[in-house]
């Protein structure tokens, strides 16, 4: 097994030992291969997925049976829904007790087969090899994600054989078909005949490495682009004719893009509910033509899952972008207008936050990632733990680089920021990586921390001290009349003493100034910091914000972003 790492060229194994996975990590003994021992098996398992995202290759984690392998399972859940490749190899009781309720023994295939590409256990020696290739190789063919190899003890110490059993299994249904080019050529017609045609970009967009043809799209088409959340990652947002990402949490702009387009081209997305708030509105234009709707996604089960589309395309993203530019020109008529009142939605929107972070007595998120983005080199990696520090990220954080943010987005999992960061660095060493989190969401994988001294990983953490989980005291002001139960915290941690406790710097700062100077010194000099940012749970309303079930043209606008997000021509 271990022979079979290095032919794959992988350097580290993250987890944590146990007693069924210790032969595995026996083998690993002197050998060019390092383990990184998380905390928790939660950890290692987010930080595969950053080391994934970064390096583009799957990481490997190796954890025990029972208890080691079922708190991967949020991890996993995690990766597959957010279409990222990793590995878990999970250790299992011997097979003679296979059945008989030995100690840490549970049916983890049984737990993940809904939420992994491929999960197999090893029933005989000669299939352990081939499982883990097996399991590496479906990782990255077509849409990527998770898989998971279950290997019991006996089957690890038993003697290597001389040969491999083939795993049976279907590569080909992972595998997408070349793009139909009569589909891309209609789509064509009908972005050339649009006056108001929009890009709408997934994530899908990032692990293709479509970046370039969706920009020259846009170009050709001069089309707003607007993305998902995972999206956000694809396009440098100095572009200009970025909106930025839709929905929920979205910009008031990529929201009016969208709800007013009559043309949308969405590439590598699943047409989520947090980036459309309801597809009722959307589903009626597309079924009466006001709305030509053009979907093209690796994965054939995705088209039409949750809104029919005028045209479906399945398709690898950059072969399928790079085909219809074939047949797309320039010479198409805008309405010129429409982009105008997107950008005056656009300065509308900053001129109010600019006013209400004004009146904030205490550091408002809005301004905090403006001065992080400031102090933040071009190229550095962002993560973000889940929370409202998340969807204000989402609305004001700017990537310049694709592929330098990486969040939880389909599954929304708390504790993400902290591993995630680890795992960013470990994969490129030489990179900035700063991890935006909010008080709620660090406290569940700050033990992972330990990493940063042990495996030289120096990491900034600003934690968005809120002292509540304000995604969801937000929604019980606006939703529940006010009735805050079970969202806000004591006084305690003191996170300075948590940095102190794992020789970290810690610093409190009591201006945008200080906070600035603080970040940008330790970005800059590659050392490890955490930044604890006093923030009133009170003023922390993040907005715009689509209610749940909701259109997109319903957002709530903050105070001063007098406009209707219906387009009146």
């Known amino acids: ?24 990590y026996d083998a690993l003994y002197n050998q060019d ?80 087969t809904p939420i992994t590409k491929f999960a197999y256990q090893v029933k005989k020696a000669e299939e352990a090899v081939a499982a883990f290739k097996t399991a590496y190789e479906i990782s990255i063919i077509g849409r990527p994600g998770p898989t998971l190899v279950d290997i019991p003890r006996d089957i690890q110490l038993a003697a290597a054989p001389d040969r491999e059993e083939k795993i049976p299994v279907n590569r080909e249904k992972f595998i997408p078909p070349p793009p139909d080019e009569d589909k891309l050529r209609l789509a ?19 692990w293709s490495g479509a970046t370039p043809e969706v920009l020259e799209l846009s170009r050709m088409l001069y089309a707003p682009i607007v993305s998902t959340l995972p999206g956000k990652a694809a396009v440098p947002h100095d572009y200009p004719l970025y909106m930025g990402p839709a929905g929920m949490h979205g910009r008031a702009e990529a929201d009016a893009a969208l709800a007013n387009a009559d043309v949308i081209l969405a590439v590598g997305t699943r047409f989520s509910d947090r980036t459309w708030g309801r ?9 009466s033509g006001r709305v030509k709707l053009i979907h093209i996604d690796i994965d054939k089960s995705e088209i039409g899952k949750n809104v029919k589309p005028t045209i479906g395309v399945v398709a690898d993203a950059k072969e399928a972008l790079g085909t219809l530019l074939k047949f797309v020109d320039a010479g198409a008529q805008r309405d010129e207008k ?56 989402e609305v004001a954080w700017e990537v310049f680089e694709p592929g330098t943010f990486i969040t939880s987005a389909g599954l929304g999992t708390m504790g993400f920021c902290v591993p995630a960061a680890l795992g960013a660095k470990l994969a490129d060493p030489t990179r ?25 990983l120096p990491i900034v953490v600003t934690i968005f001290d809120n002292r509540a989980l304000q995604l969801v005291k937000q929604w019980q002001i606006y939703l529940y009349k006010r009735r805050i139960i079970a969202t806000e915290f004591g006084k305690m941690p003191d996170f300075m003493k948590i940095a102190e406790a794992y020789d970290i710097e810690g610093v409190k700062p009591e201006s945008y100034d200080q906070l600035e100077k603080a970040v940008a010194k330790a970005l800059r000099n590659n050392e490890a910091l955490i930044v604890d940012l006093t923030i009133d749970s009170e003023e922390d309303i993040v907005l715009p914000w689509v209610k749940p079930g909701d259109w997109l043209t319903s957002a709530l606008l903050p105070e001063g972003v007098n406009t209707k997000l219906v387009y009146e021509n």
């Open 432 to 456: 900035p990586v700063l991890c935006i989190d909010g008080d709620g969401s660090f406290q569940m994988t700050m033990n992972n921390l330990a990493l940063v001294r042990e495996y030289d």
């Open 338 to 393: 429409f982009m105008s009142w997107l950008l005056e939605i656009r300065k509308k929107y900053e001129e109010a936050m600019s006013k209400v972070a004004d009146t904030s007595k205490a550091f408002h998120p809005w301004r905090v990632l403006k001065v992080l983005r400031r102090a933040a080199p071009r190229n550095t990696i962002t993560t973000t733990g889940v929370g409202s520090h998340q969807m204000w990220a």
């Open 33 to 112: 291969i390092q383990p990184i021992m998380f905390r928790h098996e939660q950890g290692a398992i987010h930080a595969a997925e950053a080391f994934a995202r970064v390096s583009g290759r799957p990481a490997v984690v190796a954890v025990t049976s029972g208890p080691g392998a079922t708190n991967l399972v949020t991890g996993l859940a995690n990766a597959y829904m957010d279409s990222a490749p990793v590995v878990a190899i999970t250790g299992q009781v011997p097979t003679s007790v296979f059945g008989r309720d030995g100690f840490q023994e549970t049916d983890i295939l049984g737990v993940v």
């Open 279 to 287: 597809f009722k509105e959307l589903q009626e234009s597309v079924r």
């Open 1 to 24: 097994m271990v022979q079979t790492f290095k032919q794959y060229r992988i350097k580290h194994i993250l987890g944590i030992t146990g007693g069924s996975i210790m032969a595995l």
């Open 188 to 206: 064509a017609k009908y972005l050339i005949e649009a006056r108001r045609p929009v890009v709408l970009v997934g994530g899908g967009v990032l």
